[in-house]
């Protein structure tokens, strides 16, 4: 019913830059907040960044100053522009947002498939 799709990632230098992308399409009444998550190996997955509905952002102390959230409500589309990343950002990102597909629906929680970061030199 809902498809989430990322794009961006790849292998970039240390102090580089990428733009992760994540696209909902599907049934979607409603989306509330729209946030990112990242797991490195051997690790759980954590918190990089969410913004609410209204536009209101929190991010992990580890990326603060370096990353940006931003979303287009019209896209149903969620950003995150990674600036000056450094070997310990490598990991595989993962959109999350949570959606009503009906006026009257529960929220749900949805995952991107997962995209590659990788920060070496």
């Known amino acids: 019913q809902v498809q989430l799709v990322e794009s961006g990632g790849g292998l970039v230098q240390p102090g580089g830059s990428l733009r992760l992308s994540c696209a909902a399409s599907?049934?979607?009444?409603?989306?509330?907040?729209m946030g990112w998550y990242r797991q490195a190996p051997g690790k759980q997955r954590e918190l990089v960044a969410t913004?609410?509905?209204?536009?209101?952002?929190n991010y992990a102390d580890s990326v603060k100053g370096r990353f940006t959230i931003s979303r287009d409500n019209a896209k149903n589309t969620v950003y995150l522009q990674m600036n000056n990343l450094n070997p310990e950002d490598t990991a595989v990102y993962y959109c999350?947002?949570?959606?009503?597909?009906?006026?009257?629906?529960?929220?749900?929680?949805?995952w991107g498939q997962g995209t590659q970061v990788t920060v070496s030199s």
């Open positions: 999350n947002i949570d959606l009503r597909i009906g006026l009257h629906s529960s929220t749900y929680s949805y």
């Open positions: 599907g049934r979607i009444y409603s989306i509330n907040t």
């Open positions: 913004i609410s509905s209204g536009g209101r952002t």
